[in-house]
Structures are given as structure tokens and as C-alpha cells.
């Protein structure tokens, strides 16, 4: 029987090279210098943590940091841009979440509007992923299809199809 995975996942590799280009442009540019603002990559926790003296060079390296992303083609509806906290001894730091895979609320939306859409295939959530399966391989481009049509707020992949 066919089948296939939809996934929502981020290369991690890709992150790294837009943060090493991010802290490369830090290095560089004049409005930083002699600043102590960083630009942490935590791969274990999945988030990349923003450090700077002030509010203003907060956004400006909130703006390095969203440029490059996406020049290396990161979907930023993956990326989760936490409020920025701004302590009054003058140090502001903000936090960007990578989400990697479909939480419980997304992919119970995204299980709910194939079937709504009536297609002949079975949907099942599966650690962090849905495996749709079917009788015809039609049937599963038609699901594929769907998907990409529709705006679900992350970035869909979809992998392993069988035959």
C-alpha cells in the first residue's frame, strides 16, 4: 500500500552556516564595535539566543539574524521569535525557537482538513509526523497537492514515499 510521511523539519546544518554568517557581519560592521553583543546558536535546545547592550542593537541583530536565515532559505513560520527582555542595568537578550516536527494542535489541524477534503487515504499521527497511506498513488499526489495549497503556519516536507 502507498504511503508517505508530511514532516516539518529545518535543516540544523543550514542554521549553523546562517549563524556563522551572522556573527561574520557582527564582527564587521561599525554600529558594533567595541559592543558586547552575541549571537548564540544552543543546537540541544534548538534556539539561537540574541544578547546586546540596549533595545536598538537588540533589533538590529534581530534584523542580521532574520536576513540571513533567510538567505539560506529557512522558512521563518518555523522560526518562534520570543518577546525581547530588556533589564534596566542596560542588557537585552531575545530568544528565536526553532520548532522541528508537528506539535500535538497542528498536526490534528492538518489530519482534520485532509479529511475534510474527502480523499480516499488514511492519516495518522506518529511521532512528530503524519503517515498517510492509500490505495493509489493518485490519491496520495492529490493529498500532497492539498498540502502545499494550504497555509497550515509551518513549513510542510513531505518524505519516504513507498510504493
Known amino acids: 500500500m502507498p504511503s508517505f510521511d508530511i514532516v516539518s523539519e529545518i ?7 546562517a549563524i556563522n554568517q551572522a556573527r561574520k557581519e557582527l564582527a564587521t560592521r561599525f554600529d ?28 538590529s541583530l534581530h534584523e542580521i539574524v532574520v536576513g540571513k536565515l533567510a538567505r539560506r532559505n529557512i522558512d521563518l513560520r518555523n522560526v518562534e521569535r520570543k518577546d525581547p527582555v530588556i533589564s534596566p542595568l542596560g542588557h537585552a537578550t531575545q530568544d528565536f525557537v526553532i ?23 488514511q492519516s495518522a499521527l506518529q511521532e512528530r509526523q503524519i503517515r498517510v497511506t492509500g490505495k493509489k498513488r493518485d490519491d496520495l499526489q492529490e493529498v500532497i497537492a ?14 519516504n514515499f513507498r510504493d
Do not use: H, M, P, Y
Open 11 to 17: 535543516d540544523t546544518q543550514e542554521i549553523d552556516n
Open 32 to 59: 558594533f564595535k567595541g559592543s558586547r553583543a552575541t549571537i548564540e546558536w544552543e543546537d540541544k535546545e534548538s534556539k539561537i539566543v540574541l544578547q546586546a547592550e540596549d533595545g536598538t542593537k537588540l533589533k
Open 99 to 121: 520548532k522541528q516536527g508537528l506539535d500535538g494542535d497542528k498536526a490534528k489541524e492538518i489530519v482534520k482538513a485532509i479529511k475534510a477534503e474527502s480523499f480516499k487515504v
Open 146 to 159: 492539498f498540502c502545499r495549497s494550504q497555509d497550515f503556519e509551518v513549513v510542510l516536507g513531505f518524505k
